[in-house]
C-alpha cells in the first residue's frame, strides 16, 4: 500500500527547533486535509496541526505558537516547523491525508492515509 514518507526526525535538547517533511508523491495534496499527529511512549495518539482542504489551519493547544503547518503543493509536500522543542513533544510523529473538505486533527478517523512516522527526541 502505497504512503506518505515523513522525514527529519531526530534528538534535539530542549529549546531546540527541527523541521519535519512528509513526502505525499502518489497524491496531489492539495486534493487533500492534511494533518500531523503524534504518540509519545506510553500514550494514545494525538492530532497536533491540520490544514483542510478549505484551508483552515489549526493547531492543538500544546503546539500552538510554538509549531508551524504548511505545505508545498508543487512539491506534493507537507511540513511541521518545530520550535522551543520540550521534552513532552519527544514522541513519533505521523503525517495523514484525508478526503474530508473540512476535517482537521481532532478526528483521526477521518484521515484514511498514513506514513510510517518518524521519531522526535527531546533531551535536556
Known amino acids: 500500500q502505497v504512503q506518505p514518507v515523513e522525514s527529519g526526525g531526530g534528538s534535539v535538547q530542549t529549546g531546540g527547533s527541527l523541521k519535519l517533511s512528509c513526502a505525499t508523491s502518489e497524491w496531489i495534496i492539495d486534493n487533500y486535509s492534511v494533518g500531523w499527529f503524534r504518540r509519545a511512549p506510553g500514550k494514545e495518539r494525538e492530532g497536533v496541526a491540520s490544514?483542510?482542504?478549505?484551508?483552515?489551519?489549526m493547531y492543538s493547544d500544546s503546539v500552538k505558537g510554538r509549531f508551524t503547518i504548511s505545505k508545498d503543493n508543487a512539491k506534493n509536500t507537507l511540513y511541521l516547523e518545530m520550535s522551543s522543542l520540550r521534552s513532552d513533544d519527544t514522541a513519533i510523529y505521523y503525517c495523514a491525508l484525508s478526503n474530508y473538505l473540512s476535517t482537521d486533527y481532532r478526528f483521526q478517523t477521518s484521515f484514511s492515509y498514513w506514513g510510517q512516522g518518524t521519531q522526535v527526541i527531546v533531551s535536556s
Open positions: 490544514i483542510a482542504r478549505d484551508g483552515r489551519t
